[in-house]
């Protein structure tokens, strides 16, 4: 079963939710689409529940958000 994450390109940066795609490519399969205003981020074939997998990897997104230097001001 596969799970579909909405991520605001307002909010997240491309680079950040590619970087996290990247840290949990061995928990699923990952795919990533983009429009204007959104990601669209797919997970297929995941080791653990496919809606647990998708939050944990948004708030991984959001940790790595917070860290960039720009988010501190």
Not at 39 to 56: G, I, K, S
């Amino acid at each position: 079963m596969s799970t579909t994450l909405k991520l605001s390109r307002a909010i997240y940066q491309e680079h950040i939710v590619q970087e996290a795609c990247r840290a949990y490519q061995g928990l699923a399969d990952i795919h990533m689409t983009r429009s204007d205003r959104y990601m669209l981020v797919t997970f297929d074939a995941c080791r653990y529940d496919a809606e647990t997998t998708a939050r944990e990897f948004e708030n991984y997104c959001i940790d790595l958000e917070s860290k960039r230097p720009e988010a501190a001001d």
